[in-house]
């Protein structure tokens, strides 16, 4: 497992914590995904999808952010939207709160598969 600070005006906004679960590379996230820790993200996220090979299998785990604003999901979308051009997937956890509410009022503009659990995105057409 390894870890990666995004920090935005001195202090850290946005930490990215990276294990495996039953095949998935777990992206693990706590702080804020706005404007100032985007860049990072979006850069991390393309390494962590074009680094898993031909197939990625990527799990973005959201439950410990505490904001997302619109340019955080343009980021997720967009690693979403990468890992399936390459024939792989890229699901969400996304615990019962603010940011899930807030993914679920724009699903119109999406199509990121959300899951309360990590055990549920991990499993087998879900």
Known sequence: MTSEDRRGEGVAKLRVSLARFDGW???????EIDMLTVPGLRAHLAEL?????????VIIDLG??????????G????????AA??????????????????LRVTNPTHDLRIHATLV???????
Do not use: K, N
Request: with cysteine; proline share 7%; net charge positive.
């Open 64 to 73: 410990g952010v505490t904001f997302c604003d619109v340019l955080g999901l």
């Open 25 to 31: 590379i777990v992206a693990s996230l706590a702080g």
């Open 75 to 82: 980021a997720l979308i967009g690693a979403h939207h990468m």
């Open 49 to 57: 999808v074009a680094d898993h090979g031909g197939r990625p299998q």
């Open 120 to 126: 549920d995105a991990a499993a087998p057409h879900s």
């Open 85 to 102: 051009r390459r024939g792989g997937a890229l699901r969400l956890v996304v615990p019962p709160g603010r940011v899930r509410r807030f």
